[in-house]
């Protein structure tokens, strides 16, 4: 199944309920684990990472290839579609969710600095993840 146009087959959405609306400039970053797709895989397939910021809806909907401020090389030009379409029709992966909560709310104004959120992916399904934030707690689901 491919992506819908201009929204990749995993997005997310962020809520901040202390505020009552959308947690708008919010860094995320997902990451494939790489052992659960090698383990179903004959091809090593090597970790990935995708970065980007929640738009003024709290929503991303596409994701851009991680660079760490420290890497050097060539800027890395795969997108999500690809490395799905590397693990194969036939085999699920593990993905993390990593949510900046700390640079959005401010270190010492949040109990949890960082929200990870580790999930399963099927081939060929769309996975919408919502995050509903508050200084002092969260809740996550699979949303549609």
Not at 56 to 76: F, M, N, Q
Not at 101 to 108: K, L, N, R
């Amino acid at each position: 199944m491919a992506a819908q146009v201009g929204k990749d087959r995993i997005t997310c959405h962020v809520l901040d309920t202390s505020a009552g609306k959308p947690a708008k400039g919010m860094r995320v970053k997902l990451e494939l684990t790489p052992s659960t797709a090698i383990a179903h895989h004959h091809t090593a397939i090597v970790a990935k990472e995708f970065e980007s910021q929640t738009d003024e809806d709290g929503r991303i909907k596409v994701w851009l290839p991680y660079s760490s401020a420290t890497s050097s090389g060539e800027v890395p030009v795969h997108t999500l579609e690809d490395v799905l379409g590397a693990i194969g029709d036939d085999n699920a992966s593990t993905w993390t969710l990593r949510f900046d909560t700390g640079s959005y709310y401010g270190e010492d104004n949040t109990f949890f600095p960082e929200v990870t959120v580790v999930f399963r992916v099927q081939p060929g399904q769309h996975y919408h993840v919502p995050l509903l934030l508050s200084p002092y707690s969260y809740t996550t689901y699979r949303g549609s």
